[in-house]
């Protein structure tokens, strides 16, 4: 059983803010899938990672997948309103057909 | 492009009523996937289909609860003798081979 934690769970901070949020496990996988998802709505995807090490950048956002594949940061500079929402990670199993989700960050930028 | 549609967005319902959800995916995309999402959790996924077949299903699929994709288009995921432990978000999600699953907005159920 995957045991899968994001962190922090909760994160207010004022507009133009960086941030990192995390995602952690024990196990390695074979790819790592961010997405953000606002109230009402389904999750979004922003990226998929792949090799161990690899750094992703979408605008303001990068992403980073662990050397080892057990984990992986987001990283968002100069946060604005637009990006509130709560940010879930969503890893692969070498041979599994579904996601396996964290519970998520909800990230709240304040004007 | 249209992405995942589901229908309906919102749904009431009173405990013990059928109630069954349609999900139209992405048109070229030959994997359909529905998971569960209750407040403050990430989605759980439920169970997936590949064209028309249905490959895989969680634990968290009780007898209640049946999914068909008939001619491996749109989907129906349909719950029966519905309670109130079934009050969640259900999303669909569509995939073309990979596991980069765009998803839909969700039917929202409320069971009174």
């Known amino acids: 059983t995957q045991l899968l934690e994001q962190s922090p769970q909760f994160l207010s901070i004022q507009e133009g803010e960086n941030l990192t949020v995390y995602c952690n496990s024990s196990?390695?996988?074979?790819?790592l899938q961010w997405y953000r998802q606002e109230p009402g709505e389904g999750p979004v995807l922003l990226v998929t990672?792949?090799?161990?090490?690899e750094v992703k950048k979408l605008k303001r956002l990068t992403f980073q997948f662990g050397d080892a594949r057990k984990d992986s940061s987001l990283h968002i500079t100069a946060a604005q309103p637009g990006d509130t929402g709560l940010y879930l990670c969503?890893?692969?199993?070498?041979?599994?057909?579904?996601?396996?989700f964290g519970t998520g960050t909800r990230l709240t930028v304040i004007p | 492009d249209t992405g995942v549609s589901q229908d309906p967005r919102h749904k009431i319902t009173k405990r013990g009523q059928n109630v069954t959800f349609r999900c139209d995916p992405i048109?070229?995309?030959?994997?359909l996937y529905w998971y569960r999402q209750t407040l403050g959790q990430g989605p759980e996924f439920l169970t997936y289909?590949?064209?028309?077949?249905?490959?895989?299903k969680s634990r968290l699929l009780s007898d209640r609860f049946s999914a068909e994709r008939p001619k491996g288009s749109f989907s129906t995921l349909e719950i029966q003798r519905t309670e109130q432990g079934d009050s969640a978000m259900y999303l669909c999600?569509?995939?073309?081979?990979?596991?980069?699953?765009?998803f839909g907005p969700g039917t929202r159920l409320t069971v009174t």
């Open positions: 999600a569509s995939s073309l081979g990979t596991l980069e699953q765009y």
């Open positions: 196990s390695v996988f074979s790819s």
């Open positions: 990672v792949v090799t161990g090490g």
């Open positions: 969503a890893p692969t199993e070498a041979g599994a057909n579904n996601l396996f």
């Open positions: 048109s070229e995309h030959n994997r």
């Open positions: 289909f590949q064209n028309e077949a249905q490959l895989e």
